[in-house]
């Protein structure tokens, strides 16, 4: 192999792009695992507490909105669909194509986003939030109170990844927008596109878990 | 070793000398320039975290509790915790000897994600500041544990920026595993197989994999906590049906395995040393690659040795004792593949020598105690004593510490090109084994007797060996401060190296001291395994070919 100025090769320290490509999707697939454990240790909570307190928690997930839920489910899923067909064109270097899905997902994210919002905002109105001013009336109202805390920290903190999406959805579109450039490494969009299916997934768990509790 | 007559002399060109304003060492994505970033940074927090340790150790020397209030005291074992844990001994080897000698040893000019590796330094520095402040405004007093619903309900320090701090910082550790896994999978030079991959590499790859899969819990624990905190109600609160225990499960399931991350990285600087100091290859090699792997696989399912008295049921209790066994398997495969490779070396008792040897009976030591806090009933008796923190010290300064210490005076003439003072560092590791038992063993026999940890007033009748421990004291301070003296002044005006001042046949040894800024000019071919020391061929098996063994 000739000696070569390593730092200014463009792929560097990787031998060329496809190289840098199967490295990149590499290390965010083990970012992924730690997400995994990050979500984990909340997921353990939940089932140690549902365990203990399955009569509480069927109430209290009578008052959830199982419609919202649906509807959120399948505004995200529709965004996964775009965010796939953007990272496909970003492949092939079509940029309009690119930008027009990225902003369809954006604008399906702000409304997942709305959505969840107006879910905190009906919590709030009927006392359903934890703290001083939460009222509940069932067989165990303390218990359902660990329903609404689990519900506002797993529903929260996956909202705040969704945010982190929709703002590198923006600095990437923004990006590929002014300079076509951008685009010379798709591995980049193919990063956020493994991320934002990530996020997909935990609210596939977080559904059910939350919205489908209740017999109904 | 072997002097060799010819002169050396610095390259014109290295790492150090390509840029030296100081924007070019902070904006730098040289995995070289950032391990001496990460260097200075944590012998920051380890002094931090050692005057912590002095004014806990002078308050001991009586047992009325004269010179600090309880509460401070807590503050000070706390910090002392929390500094030594999270900002020294986690990061140590892993981000200063890793970080330098990864890509090296793997004939790679970089880590794999450079600008990565510069920003998890970053986020350590950021973590670092939230720790500080949280000290300078007032400390924390929960212990390094945060056990609830103490730290979430009742304390009064400033737990949520400790929280916080260490949250920060276990982001770095989550990047550096990242980078460190994709580097060895991706950027190995040809012919660099697996199994040609020397034992530092497959410990920071073990390491690794607990970086990325524990931390995120310790992440996600603490994140319950601090809003637990902040909102007055939460996940560990028993008022609504949660189970402060949970907290205990979560926290142990990372700190257990951090415990791994803190001794395999040294074990992995072991058994380097080891071979380079008795010259002959490491006996046993692929057994000390699984049982890298299986310390690493076993940390996830040995937790709850935390929890034998917390009042989890008496079968987990059972499985985790058992458990907690099995770990002394793969750990004391390396102790004895290490004592096996001395076994008719050509030993020659250089300091980073004596480093590991110190470790090796350290270790041993704290091993040992350590099968004995894993059986239930012995257990139970030392719970919350000095047996404790006399067990975790040996592994954790007698181990990874002097291990730490051994691989910097090993790898000191790559990093800066010179030697350090052979005999003055002979005695430094001789002072700072004698004064670290001197400090620690009475501490094993205080707890065996019931001394609490934890406490500043105590029973007249162990103030003897109380005192006897602080006396190891000025010891131990002595073998930290002599290595910082002249580390640092042999890093300027020591004699020059030369390339392989040990004569060793590993990658790092087979570029200039110190390296150029991409290591290698051109990517090595590796053809060989490693630490292939030439020893005399009636002590060491010539290795079977392919052809031989067809032919048999």
Known sequence: MPAEAGAELPNFPFKDAGHQRESALFGMWIFLATEVL???????????????????????????????????????????????LAVDFARQGQRNWLLVLFGVTWLLGAAFLGIEGYEYYDKFVQHLVPGTGFRFTGSDPSASEMFFVLYFTMTGLHMFHMFVGLMLILLFGGWSWVSPSFLLKPNRFEVLGLYWAFVDIVWVFLYPLFYLVHPR | MTQTPEMHFIPRENYLNQGKTLVSWLFTHDHKRIALLYLISITFFFLIGSIAAVLMRIELTNPHGEFFTSTTYNKLFTLHGVIMVWFFLIPSIPNVLGNFLLPIMIGARDMAFPRLNLLSWYVFMFGGLFALASIILGGVDTGWTFYTPYSSTYSNGWVIAMAVGIF?????????????????????????????LPLFVWTLYSTSLIFVLATPVLAITLTLVALERGFGVGIFDPRIGGDPLLFQHLFWFYSHPAVYIMILPAMGVISELIAAFSRKPIFGYDFIVYASLGIAFLGFLVWGHHMFVSGQSIYAGMIFSLLSFFVAVPSAIKVFNWTATLYKGHISFEAPLLYALSFIALFTIGGMTGLMLAS??????????????????????????????????????????????????????????????????????????????????????????????????????????????????????????????WDAPGLEWQIPSPPPSENFPCIPVVTRRPYDYGTNPDTHEPEETEEESHAR
Not at chain 1, 59 to 72: C, D, R, S, V
Not at chain 2, 173 to 184: A, M, R
């Open chain 2, 168 to 196: 920060i910082n276990g982001f770095s550790s989550i990047f550096t595993g990242l980078n460190f896994i994709v580097t060895v999978h991706k950027l190995r030079a040809p012919g660099m197989t697996w199994f040609r």
């Open chain 1, 38 to 84: 990050f979500f984990g240790g909340m997921f353990m909570a939940y089932i140690v507490y549902r365990y203990l307190h399955g009569q509480a928690f069927q109430e209290a997930g009578a008052h959830q909105e199982w419609y919202l839920g649906f509807l959120n489910t399948a505004v995200l899923l529709t965004s996964g669909f775009t965010m796939a």
């Open chain 2, 376 to 501: 239930l009933a012995v257990d139970v008796h030392v719970t919350q004593t000095y047996f404790i923190v006399a067990h975790f010290h040996y592994i954790m300064v007698g181990g990874a510490v002097m291990a730490y210490l051994g691989g910097i005076h090993y790898w000191f003439p790559k990093i800066s090109g010179r030697m350090y003072p052979e005999n003055l560092a002979r005695w430094a590791a001789v002072i700072l084994f004698v004064g670290f038992n001197l400090a620690f063993f009475p501490q094993f026999i205080l707890g065996y007797m019931g001394m609490p940890r934890r406490y500043h007033v105590y029973p007249e009748e162990f103030q003897f060996l109380n005192i006897v421990s602080t006396c190891g004291l000025p010891l131990l301070g002595l073998g930290y401060f002599l290595p910082l003296c002249y580390l640092g002044w042999s890093a300027l005006f020591g004699r020059i190296a030369g390339p392989n001042p």
